[in-house]
Every structure is written in C-alpha cells, then in structure tokens.
C-alpha cells in the first residue's frame, strides 16, 4: 500500500528539570511555530490539530483552547490520552485524518511543565474504580509495576540486571550527542545504572524515566504536497493500536498488547522487523524496553536480555534504539513526552540527526506503551512512500 | 518520611464493591462470579467484563495462593507509604483463578519469592476499613 500521509516538519523545545516561568500552552505556541515553519507552512496552512492532555495545565476543550493560541480554524481537531501510548497515536489520527481528506496539514503537539509535587498537591482528576484496589496496598506509580514486570521476567527467563541496565547505559552513549538530552554530560556503565540507588527492586533509579518540562511538535501532510517540502519527506507507512485493561487479570502478564499493534502497524506497511533499521522504542523504564522488543517481533519471548546483551544499540550499533538517548536519557515532558521518540525517529529519517546519524536509515518503528503494559500503539516509518 | 496532610489512601466503601470490603470486614473474601461464562469478576462490578452478562453470583473463594510477582518498594511514591519502606507490593495469584494487587506481610522482604505459597491476612486498616494482605503459608 502506497501512504497517503508524510511527517514534513518537526520541532524539540530543549526539555527543563523544573519549570521556569513556562506554561504548557506557551510551549506547545512555541513549539507549534517551530514546526510549522519547519515544514515551510504558515499558520494559514494548518486546517488540523491533534493535542493530549497537559497534567499541569489540565483543562476542557483543550483542543479550542490550543487551536484558538495559535489562531488556527482547523477542520480537524482531536485530543488522545492513552497514557505513553498517546504520542504514536497521535500520529496515526493525524496520518487518517489526512488519509481521509479530513485535513490537509496536520500539527500535532505535546508540551507539559513538570513540578515534582504537583501531582500531589493539583492532580488532573482521575476515575479509575481499580485504583481502590492497588493504592492502599502500596502501590508506588509505575514505578512497582514495571519493577514487577523485571522481576518476573528474570524469574521466568532468567534475564539479568545487567542486561536491563545495559539499555539506559547505551542510550547515554547516544545522549553525549544530543545537545537537546537532560543527560548528556557524563557517559553511563553497566556499572553506574546498577550502583544508582534501587527505587523498586529490581530497578535502579537510573532505569527509570525522569518526567520534565518541555515540547514537541510534528506536522504532517498529504502525498502530493509533500515532496514540495523544504525537507524530505518521511512517510507514515504503517500504525496499529491495542488495548488491553488490568494487565494482572490476562493470561500473561508478560505479553502485552505490543504483539497486536506492532503486528497491526507491520502488516499495514507491508514489511516486518527484520526491515527495520531503526527503532524508537517507549523507554519509561528499561523493562519496558525488553518487553516490547519481544512482542515487537525484534527477538522471541524471553530472549530480550540476550538480544539486548547480543546488539550494540548505540546510534552507532548494528541495533541502533533510542538514538537521541530515549526518554531516560532525554527526559519525559508530559504524558506525550514520546513524542521525542518521533521527533528523533523523523529527524533521522530525514538525515538531520548531525553526529548521532545512524548509517541506515530507511525504516524506523517507533513504539508508544502506556499503563503498564496496557495502551500500546507502534508506528513504521520509511523514507520510501 | 510520610508527608503530614496527605491521609493514608484507603478504598471507597460504597458501591459496586461494597460487599466485597464487607466480606473482609468479617474474614472472607467475596467476588461475583459470572453465571453464563464462569469467570471470577474482579474488580467488584455489575456485569462481566468478559461477556456482559449482569447475571453474577456473588461466592466466597479460598484465599490460598502464590506469588505472582512483586517488587521490594525502596521509595514510595505516594506520600503516606514514604516512610513505610521497604515493604512488599505484590500480585498474588489465588487457585481460584484471580490475581490481587497486595502487600505481602510478616516475613522480611528477602524472604519474598515468585511462586511462594501465601495466605491472606484481613487487617483492620481504619475504622471499617479491612484490608486483604498476604504472608507465607503457615500450611
């Protein structure tokens, strides 16, 4: 199948440990600006927006209230909120809504401000009858169940912490070159991830993902405005989603609706793993990680700590993953904050990704997980529509 | 150190689940069982989320099972729980065919295995307010 949609512009803001007088609307204005000049569009030319929510600034409508910022009149406006999956996904409604005719240039947007205690002090409200039946018993964020999703892994397969560990020390070697990563100063061993202090056995502080401030913003368009860009277009070959609530009640805890989204997104595209050259892969933990390059199809059930032990996935390496550093390295701004997978994912397919270029750049997939193991969505991504 | 202000969060007593907090309340543990298809309905709610049927049975089930998986907290992110750590948050997974989200208690942390056989413990939590942990099998 030919695609009917192209990602032509894209804009990173540099993301902040803490805020610093920004407001999400305001980064996702500025972010939104970026990017639209980025394409070699106008505010004119946006007739399509697609937002998620913004924790710190939650609001109603928040699709008008974006689109009425930056002064655009769209004919599509949608608003995603499927937790980590939501950035992915946002490209996929955007990509259909082209597809459909429904817009012919499309913005798509995540921006967040981060207060470490503002979740606490003004959370966005939330309705979730289970959460009655985990937070009086302990339950620490994500943060334990990810923990558990490791431990039960190593029980069943035998997976290492070192091999976990090895995720977010190859990501930093890629961070060193992104002059946009949170932590991009000091490289990471094996051995620093595992001396960080555990926050839930067995992940290490440094296995966890660091939720920030900042924006992205990603344009996209149809096929026949497209190669008239100022840059190479990258197309949106393929996208699948899959949801599967309480991931304790399934029948494996450990295979996750990832194996229905990639196979949904690879069977679209009309190609399979072993075309990728390239992956963005949802990094909030480093189990994640493992998780979902197996139900991805990159290796078997089980085999994701030798795969990841196996495969230099440096942007340098034979597997390069999460080439701008991934969320751990990066930081993550709001719940969209995988949006810089995509943002890293395009600016490689583009060969705009300067000293941290991956040699092969032809397919990226590019995957969103969110809940725990619960919203998945993944993208394929190629320079050849 | 638990943060001052922040209560202990607890679960809403009243509706769907409402007999279920009850039944631990008095030593057991209840769960409606869907008539038509079989499966255990949990979390407590008014149909089945496996086939919608809202013909369900509430039954007591045995509290004997395993540890599923589980992970030593360090640092706890809700406020309360901050400075209850380490502590044992867990999947426990009952013979009768569900998994529990839980804590398991009364042993030391390194003590916790996948697999381990455990045995519920109903603890008062506040008033009228009972909650279902879990400890190693005595049996």
Partial sequence: ?????????????????????QTPLGLIAEASRQAIDDAGLG??????????????????LWPSVVAEHLGLEPSYLDFVDLGGATSCAMIARAAAAVAQGRARNVLCVNGDTWDPKGMYLKPPPMVAPLRDFTLPYGAAGANADYAMAARLHMERYGTTERQLAKV????????????????????????????????????????????????????????????????????????????????????????????????????????????????????????????????????????????????????????????????????????????????????????????????????AFVHGNGGTFTEECSLVLGRSS | MSTPGFPRPLPSLDGDSARYWKALGEGRIELPRCVECARLVFYPRPFCPA?????????????????????????????????KTPYVYAVVELQAGVRLPTTVVECEPSAVRVGLRVEPVFEAADEGVTLLFFRPARR
């Avoid at chain 1, 505010?43 to 109603?60: H, L, N, R």
């Avoid at chain 1, 034979?318 to 709001?334: E, I, K, Y």
Wanted: with cysteine; proline share 7%.
């Fill in chain 1, 168 to 363: 977010a020390a190859d990501q930093r070697t890629s961070a060193l070159r992104n002059p946009l990563a949170l932590f991009r100063d000091q490289p990471l061993t094996i051995d620093d991830v595992l001396a960080s202090p555990v926050i839930c056995d067995p992940l290490h502080k440094l296995e966890i993902v660091l939720p920030c401030t900042g924006a992205e913003a990603v344009v996209l368009t149809s096929a026949e405005r497209a190669r008239d860009r100022p840059h190479e277009p990258v197309w949106v070959l393929g996208y699948g989603e899959a949801l599967a609530p309480d991931p304790f009640q399934r029948e494996d805890f450990l295979v996750t609706p990832t194996v229905e989204s990639s196979r949904r997104a690879f069977e679209m595209a009309g190609c399979g793993p072993h075309d990728v050259t390239l992956a963005q892969i949802y990094d909030c933990y480093t189990s994640a990680v493992l998780i979902e390059l197996e139900d991805a199809g990159f290796c078997a059930k089980g085999e994701g700590g030798p795969f990841i032990e196996a495969h230099d996935l440096t942007y340098a390496g034979d597997f390069p993953l999460n080439t701008g550093g991934g969320m751990l390295s990066f930081g993550q701004p709001g719940l969209g904050g995988g949006m810089t997978l995509v943002v890293e994912a395009v600016r490689q397919l583009m060969t705009r990704a300067g000293d941290r270029q991956v040699e092969r750049n032809d397919v």
């Fill in chain 1, 1 to 21: 199948m030919r695609s009917e949609a192209a990602i032509v512009g894209f804009s990173e803001l540099a993301p902040t440990k803490k805020p610093e007088g």
């Fill in chain 1, 43 to 60: 505010a004119t030319d946006v007739d399509g927006i697609v937002v998620c929510p913004a924790m710190m600034q939650y609001s109603m």
């Fill in chain 2, 51 to 83: 086939c919608h049927s809202d013909h369900l049975a509430w039954e007591e089930i045995s509290g004997a099972g395993r540890v599923y998986t589980f992970s030593v907290v360090h640092r706890a992110t809700h406020p309360w729980f901050m400075d």
